[in-house]
């Protein structure tokens, strides 16, 4: 009696104290909201990484380094059938280091098993070590493999922030 007693009273505080716990906050920060026609805003999210074929020229726009005439070329310029095609619509009018600032919120995405070497020296943070892991491993035949054999030279924290530039 006395340990259901106490059961009922654990579960009574534990419940109160989740109800007056506060939301999470958000994620997003004042350099990722911008103001766009009409007084709305678009914000994009601290870690989200934008496919340039779908994303808007308004989620563009907050972007770092990108400028609302070039988030319009983006869109303009669409659709980019690789990463290649979407950086020389980048180098157009930003230098390779402005490039490579954009690149790492606005990517299309590589296929792991057909992306060149080129494409995948694209994808921000790639190390020659790291090429030639992605590299190595072909085929995958599915994300987990991708996970387990990347897993081996990075921390789980850097194949999710791989897995934002690939695909299958």
């Not at 026609?37 to 907050?62: K, Q, R, W």
Request: proline content about 4%.
């Amino acid at each position: 009696m006395r340990n259901t007693i106490f059961a009922a009273a654990l579960a009574g505080t534990a419940l109160s104290l989740s109800a007056c716990a506060e939301a999470p906050e958000e994620t997003t920060t004042a350099e990722e909201t911008a103001a766009l026609d009409g007084g709305e805003e678009a914000t994009v999210s601290a870690d989200a990484v934008l496919d340039p074929n779908t994303a808007t020229a308004e989620e563009l726009a907050v972007i770092d380094g990108m400028t609302p005439e070039l988030a319009e070329a983006i869109v303009a310029g669409r659709p980019y059938d690789s990463a290649m095609a979407f950086n020389t619509k980048l180098m157009e009018t930003l230098d390779e280091g402005a490039a490579a600032t954009v690149r790492e919120r606005v990517f299309v995405p590589i296929n792991l098993n057909s992306a060149s070497e080129d494409e995948i020296r694209l994808v921000p943070g790639m190390t020659d070590k790291m090429v030639h892991e992605f590299e190595e491993y072909r085929p995958y035949e599915n994300m987990e493999e991708f996970d387990r054999e990347i897993g081996k030279y990075v921390d789980e924290a850097e194949v999710a922030r791989f897995r934002k530039y690939v695909t299958l």
